[in-house]
Structure formats: C-alpha cells, structure tokens
C-alpha cells in the first residue's frame, strides 16, 4: 500500500523533478543520521531546507528538536500544506531557500543554531547553490554546522566559493539510492 505522503511525493516529482531530485522520499535512517548532527542543548532555532513529506522534520523531532525551535522552509505550496498538516506545531514557512533571509524575517529570526538541508543543490544552477549557500551561513550562528545530504560522490556544496569547511559526517546505505550526510562549518580565519 502507497503512502498518502509518498502519491503526493511522487506527483510532485512528476511534475518537476529538477526540483524534487529524487524519485523515493528520504529514509528514516537518513534523517535520523542528518539529525545526529544537529548540537544538542540550544536554544536558538533549527532551519530545515525544503520539508518535502517531512521524513528529515520527523528525524529532527525524534532527536529531540523542540518544536518550538523548528522552522521549516518548503517552497511547494502542495508540500507546504502537507507538512502544516502534519506538524503543527513547527513553524513551516513557504518560501525560497535561495532568499533564506526573507524566508524567515517575518518570524524574527537573524540567526541560527544549524540549518539542515534535504535540497537536492547539485542540480540546481550554481547560482542558485550560491545564493542558497550565502543565506545559510549569512544566519549560521559562528561555529553552527550547515548539514546537507546527497547522493553523488562528492561535496554538494563548493566550500571553496564559499570560503567554508566541510567533511563527509556519515554514509547511510540503507536509502534509495545511498546518501552521504556533510556537515560544512565557516573556516576559522
């Protein structure tokens, strides 16, 4: 039996798939991997690019995220209504990740404690990874981690055009396909 959430996932894919970048939703292990990287004991919120069917949202509650914290951005407003439904109690913004700033003004926030991402920036155009890439670290709190996954076998984000650090966290091989989980830093100068 199909899933309400994935019929969804996958009609949205078909309708655009140079914005959903891939056919199956994010495992549980993948989000449950993206959220581990998440610090513990903050207070300031936790930013979540492109909420999709809210599989990386649920890794982060699971973690322990409180709600209150979270702020989700999702720019489909069919994907929006679905992750208002089924978290109410988090803030899910429609908007724009690659206008990140404007995206969350309206709730107050001019900084973050991580920003975790379920983008899928490699096939977006580099100017669009940029401006993505800028917005996030323009919030990050110093030190704060930028957590991203992909599914290609190198960095979804140029830490060099964007003067930052970044590793490879964890490989979770258990998703459709297998997915790296980054976790990028602002150099220390």
Avoid: C
Wanted: avoid cysteine.
């Amino acid at each position: 039996m199909i899933s309400r959430e994935y019929r969804l996932f996958l009609r949205r894919w078909l309708k655009n798939p140079g914005q959903i970048g891939a056919i199956a939703p994010s495992s549980a292990r993948l989000a449950n991997a993206m959220a581990r990287q998440v610090p513990r004991g903050g207070s300031g919120p936790v930013i979540e690019l492109g909420g999709g069917t809210g599989k990386i949202t649920a890794g982060l509650l699971r973690a322990g995220i409180d709600p209150a914290r979270l702020v989700v951005i999702e720019r489909d407003p069919h994907l929006h209504r679905l992750l208002q439904q089924h978290y109410p109690k988090i803030h899910v913004v429609l908007g724009d990740a690659a206008e990140l700033a404007k995206a969350v003004r309206p709730l107050g926030i001019t900084e973050a404690d991580a920003v975790v991402s379920g983008l899928p920036l490699l096939i977006f155009p580099r100017e669009v990874q940029d401006a993505i890439g800028r917005g996030v670290f323009d919030l990050l709190k110093p030190g704060a981690p930028f957590i991203q996954f992909t599914y290609g076998p190198y960095s979804p984000v140029s830490r060099e055009r964007l003067g930052i650090t970044g590793k490879v966290a964890s490989w979770v091989g258990i998703n459709l396909p297998p997915a790296s989980v980054w976790v990028y830093r602002r150099a220390v100068s």
